[in-house]
């Protein structure tokens, strides 16, 4: 079965830069597109960005260029997602996805990276 | 980028009555829509896409229908288990852009 498991909660302090991972299994993890999504204060969904594992092509929110670096390792099946100089508008709760194959809805999501930004 | 408009914000239902939840495109958007189903501290799960078609394992009372800018989302015969804030998202353009949600509840 598709799972899609993420690292855990970070606590980062402001204008640093957090790292959070997204080990998918159950499929063949180089033919889907991983997507990106942020949900602040249980409020709605953004979509951030999306990677494609085989060949490493990415489409970003032009809202997230600058702000989150999407890469994967193809030996792990693992997706990252880095984001950077951190403010506490970036406060949230993150999900990575996996988008059906020829269509850019989300499948399934993995269970989300709360992303915490205080000093 | 495209506008999803999602309504009511908020709804309260009696169990066994059927909800609709409305989502309006700010322009044609072809069907690609999908509605997401999120229980509380839970990630969103996927009810429907293209507009109409139920993913696997859903439950049948659940439907979708629409076209061009108008898309709905029906639950027949609310059960207890259906609390949860309801997303609609499309994927015609990006950025692909989700609606605001609406939380179902209970009467």
């Known amino acids: 079965q598709v799972k899609l498991l993420q690292s855990g909660a970070a606590l980062v302090k402001p204008g640093a830069s957090v790292k959070m991972s997204c080990k998918a299994s159950?499929?063949?993890?180089?033919?889907?597109?991983v997507s990106w999504v942020k949900q602040s204060h249980g409020k709605s969904l953004e979509w951030i960005g999306e990677?494609?594992?085989?060949?490493?092509?990415?489409n970003f929110n032009e809202k997230f260029k600058g702000k989150a670096t999407l890469t994967v390792d193809k030996s792990t099946s693992t997706a990252y997602m880095e984001l950077s100089r951190l403010t506490s508008e970036d406060s949230a709760i993150y999900y990575c996805?996996?988008?059906?194959?020829?269509?850019?809805?989300?499948?399934?999501w993995g269970q989300g990276v709360m992303v915490t930004v205080s000093s | 980028d495209i506008r999803m408009t999602q309504s009511p914000a908020s709804l309260s239902a009696s169990l066994g009555e059927t909800v609709n939840i409305e989502c309006l495109a700010s322009?044609?958007?072809?069907?690609?829509l999908a509605w997401y189903q999120q229980k509380p501290g839970k990630s969103p799960q996927l009810l429907i896409y293209?507009?109409?078609s139920l993913q696997n394992g859903v439950p049948s009372r659940f439907s979708g229908s629409g076209s061009g800018t108008q898309y709905s989302l029906k639950i027949n015969s609310l059960q207890s288990e259906d609390v949860a804030t309801y997303f609609c998202?499309?994927?015609?353009?990006?950025?692909?852009?989700f609606g605001s949600g609406t939380k179902l509840e209970i009467k």
């Open positions: 996805t996996k988008e059906e194959e020829y269509n850019n809805y989300n499948d399934y």
């Open positions: 159950g499929y063949t993890f180089t033919d889907y597109w």
């Open positions: 990677i494609y594992p085989n060949s490493g092509a990415t």
């Open positions: 322009e044609d958007i072809y069907s690609d």
């Open positions: 293209n507009a109409n």
């Open positions: 998202q499309q994927y015609n353009n990006y950025p692909l852009t």
